[in-house]
């Protein structure tokens, strides 16, 4: 039996937050939740609260669960779409940049 819990829409982009999710597979989630806890990361802080609510999510279904079996099976970092501001340059000209978003999608299990 798998919990997920999914985070969309937030300000960050993909790729920054991936380099964090990539460690993050397979790893128990009480490790995963004291990794996060000590990374500074703005992607940190927004994996650790998917985390956490995934890991709520499967102990409100499984009233026995144990926590220290808990294991993160699947983690998904997606992009979403990007805000587009532009930015005055030289000559009268605009170059656009582009605010990226993404969503967060994990997935607890057992082991």
């Not at 798998?2 to 993909?14: D, N």
């Not at 699947?74 to 656009?96: E, L, T, V």
């Amino acid at each position: 039996m798998t919990a997920k819990a999914v985070a969309k829409y937030i300000r960050i982009s993909p790729y920054k937050v991936r380099r964090i999710a990539n460690e993050l597979r397979n790893k128990r989630v009480i490790d995963a939740e004291s990794y996060l806890t000590v990374l500074t990361n703005k992607g940190a802080l927004a994996i650790k609260k998917v985390v956490h609510s995934a890991r709520t999510n499967y102990l409100n279904m499984d009233k026995n669960a144990d926590e220290e079996t808990l294991v993160i099976k699947k983690i998904n970092i997606d992009g979403g779409p990007s805000f587009k501001r532009f930015h005055p340059i030289s000559r009268g000209r605009a170059s656009r940049i582009l605010k990226r978003t993404c969503h967060i999608l994990v997935e607890v299990g057992t082991v």
